[in-house]
Nanobody, 124 residues
């Protein structure tokens, strides 16, 4: 069992930065592939970024490449999403998730545990 709690969201102007954190409880965090997803009002939950258990492999959706960086600290049971050059279209509720999978996976059904989500609002 893994419980996930996100923090670091809020309101920021376009062009600004935020860093999201997701702290996990449970002994299996270091074996999780960790992902960040986001869901805008009236839309489906979309993949943003993922990182494998060691941090050696990452993957991003095209719209955030070069702007967002996912990282993890297994000693702190924490995964991060550094978001730079934010745009209004980045506004959404952001979720972190754990997949009991050694691969970097992008589909929601691969993920076993989810956080409660945190709001990110980018004003233009």
């Amino acid at each position: 069992q893994v419980q996930l709690v996100e923090s670091g969201g809020g309101l920021v102007q376009a062009g600004g930065s935020l860093r999201l954190s997701c702290v996990a409880s449970g002994r299996t965090f270091s074996r999780c592939t960790m992902g960040w997803f986001r869901q805008a009002p009236g839309k489906e939950r979309d993949f943003v970024a993922a990182i494998n258990w060691s941090g050696g492999s990452t993957f991003y959706t095209d719209s955030v490449k070069g702007r967002f960086t996912i990282s993890r600290d297994n000693a702190k049971n924490t995964v991060y999403l550094q978001m730079n050059s934010l745009k209004s279209e980045d506004t959404a509720v952001y979720y972190c998730a754990c997949a009991a999978d050694s691969r970097v996976v992008v589909q929601t059904h691969h993920y076993d545990y989810w956080g409660q989500g945190i709001q990110v609002t980018v004003s233009s």
